[in-house]
Every structure is written in structure tokens, then in C-alpha cells.
């Protein structure tokens, strides 16, 4: 039995989904009939409600993803296969400290708080006040307690060097917050860019030079749904398509004289690199 304040998802016989906050004396409206809260909260999750026009509902529990795909949003989320592999490649563990910017929606900051855990820390500045709203708000309504947002550009932070076991940046220009997030991050430890276009991880990768930041991996997370409903089955004709690039960097020990100069040199284009 479910209870006002529990969060449902309602799908519908073509699969669409809805989001329900419970509460006593509310109503759920759909082309296909309504249904009352407490017909959901009595139907409890895996169950299903009968509409006023004599259709089905499935009552789900809805996973983090369902919920950052149908909450509010301010700014652009961090799309859910995306926030799953920056919490792999940021190699989070219960217990840790994550730096976080900007907060936007708050999606990414549910997926970091949730791989740290109660006792671990998500620190997120945002430097929007309307977005900061959103996303407390968003945080706060899935029940989410260590997140510590922060209003503010993180160029400006005043951030304790080596305090965050993780740094994960989705914002345009992350090549003006770098010194400061890198500065922030434990050595040996790693950094995430979140990027929609190529020519900003190019740009981010050139400024990453400058920092004590190793580049590790570019990448992009690709899924294919397909439809399998017997006997159809072949990917859906309509797909997610691209989202963003991860740029993943380790943070190394400065390097000094003689192997800064070489590494520098490894890192100009060899002759005849690119042309024809
Ligand atoms: C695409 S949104 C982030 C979405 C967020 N990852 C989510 O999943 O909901 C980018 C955000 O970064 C913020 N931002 C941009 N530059 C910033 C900076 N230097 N410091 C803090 N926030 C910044 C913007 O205001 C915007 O809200």
C-alpha cells in the first residue's frame, strides 16, 4: 500500500509514461480515463488501476531514471546513460566527496549523491539562482539529503586544494573552471567533462595542458532500443541520438623541467600528422 508523499509512474497501454506525486484527495488525468490517488496508493507498485473508461494503468515504482526524465526542468539534464558512465569513469565509492558544476536540473547530482551514499558528499555550484532553485527543489523531492548546492560560478569558489575525490563538469566553457576544479581534486583522482560537441572537447582537451590533468579517454555512450514485441523485433526506427562526448582525465603530480619539456613536445603534431 502506498501512501501520500510516495512517488508512482503510471504506463500506459501504448508504454508512455507518468509521473505521480500521491496525495490524499488527488486525481490522475489521461485521454484513456482518470483515476483517483488513492485508486494508485491501494494498487501499490507492480499493480495495476482500472480508468473510467474501462482502460488499464500499470502502477511502477519509478526508477532514478524515470524520475530525472519527468521531473521539472530548469537547464538541460544530463541524459541518465550518460550520468550511469561518469559515475563509472569517476570511480565513485560510498563514503566520498564529489565536486559538481553546474547543478542545472540536478539530474547528475541524484546519480553522483546516490553512488557516494548517505555518508558521502555532492558539492554542486550553479551559478543561475532560477536553476539553483530547480534542482534544490528536484533533489530535495526525490529525498535526496547530501547534496550541498552552492550558488556561484566555480571559477570563483573558494575551494580547498586536494578536498574532492571527484570532479564532474557539465557546462559550456569548462575550460575556465578547470584550474579551480583541478586544483580541488585529489591527485590521482579523476575529472569528467560532459560535452555536446566535438569542438568543445577540443577546446577543453587543449586547455587541459596547462593543468597537471592526464587525458585518458574520449568518449560516447550509445544505446540502441529495439522493439521486440513477437513476432516484430529490429530496432526502434526512432532513436536517441547523440547526447554528448566524456572527456575523462586523471589528475597527475606536476611534472617538472626536463619532463615537462618532453611531454610537451610529445604533444605537438608529428610532421606530416594530417595531411595527405
Ligand atoms: C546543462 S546544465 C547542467 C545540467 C545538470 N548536469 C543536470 O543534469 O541537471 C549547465 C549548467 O551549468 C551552469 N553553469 C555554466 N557555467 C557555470 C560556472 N562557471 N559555474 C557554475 N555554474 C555554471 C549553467 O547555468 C547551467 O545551469
Same mark, same amino acid.
Given at each position: 500500500m502506498l501512501k501520500s508523499g510516495d512517488w508512482a509512474l503510471l504506463v500506459d497501454p501504448k508504454g508512455r509514461r507518468? +509521473? +505521480?506525486?500521491?496525495?490524499?484527495g488527488g486525481r490522475f488525468g489521461h485521454h484513456v480515463g482518470g483515476v483517483t490517488h488513492e485508486q %494508485?496508493?491501494?494498487a501499490g507498485y507492480g499493480g495495476r488501476v482500472r480508468t473510467s473508461k474501462d482502460a488499464?494503468?500499470? %502502477?511502477?515504482?519509478p526508477s532514478l531514471e524515470d524520475y530525472v526524465l519527468l521531473?521539472?526542468?530548469?537547464?538541460? %539534464?544530463?541524459?541518465?546513460?550518460?550520468?550511469?558512465?561518469? %559515475?563509472?569513469?569517476?570511480d565513485l565509492a560510498p563514503g566520498e566527496r564529489v565536486l559538481e558544476a553546474g547543478s542545472g536540473s540536478g539530474a547528475l547530482s541524484l546519480f553522483l549523491a546516490r553512488a557516494v551514499g548517505p555518508e558521502g558528499e555532492v558539492v554542486s555550484y550553479e551559478r543561475r539562482a532560477d536553476f539553483l532553485t530547480r534542482a534544490r527543489e528536484n533533489v530535495e523531492a526525490w529525498g535526496v539529503q547530501n547534496v550541498t548546492f552552492q550558488h556561484g560560478d566555480l571559477a570563483e569558489?573558494? +575551494?580547498e586544494p586536494e578536498r574532492f575525490d571527484a570532479v564532474a563538469l557539465d557546462l559550456m566553457e569548462p575550460w575556465k573552471v578547470l584550474s579551480a576544479a583541478t586544483r580541488a581534486l585529489k591527485t590521482g583522482r579523476q575529472l569528467v567533462l560532459y560535452l555536446p560537441n566535438i569542438t568543445q572537447v577540443v577546446q577543453a582537451v587543449s586547455a587541459a595542458r596547462e593543468e597537471p590533468l592526464l587525458l585518458r579517454r574520449v568518449l560516447e555512450v550509445n544505446h540502441r532500443e529495439w522493439d521486440v514485441r513477437p513476432p516484430v523485433a529490429h530496432p526502434h526506427f526512432r532513436q536517441v541520438?547523440?547526447?554528448?562526448?566524456?572527456?575523462h582525465f586523471t589528475k597527475i603530480q606536476p611534472l617538472r623541467g626536463e619532463a615537462a619539456h618532453?611531454?610537451?613536445?610529445?604533444?605537438e603534431p608529428e610532421r606530416g600528422e594530417g595531411e595527405d
Open positions: 507518468y +509521473l +505521480l506525486r500521491l496525495k490524499e %494508485v496508493m491501494a488499464w494503468l500499470w %502502477v511502477l515504482r521531473m521539472k526542468r530548469g537547464a538541460t %539534464v544530463t541524459y541518465p546513460k550518460d550520468a550511469a558512465a561518469i %559515475v563509472l569513469l569517476l569558489a573558494p +575551494l541520438g547523440h547526447t554528448a562526448f566524456l572527456a618532453e611531454e610537451q613536445g610529445q604533444r
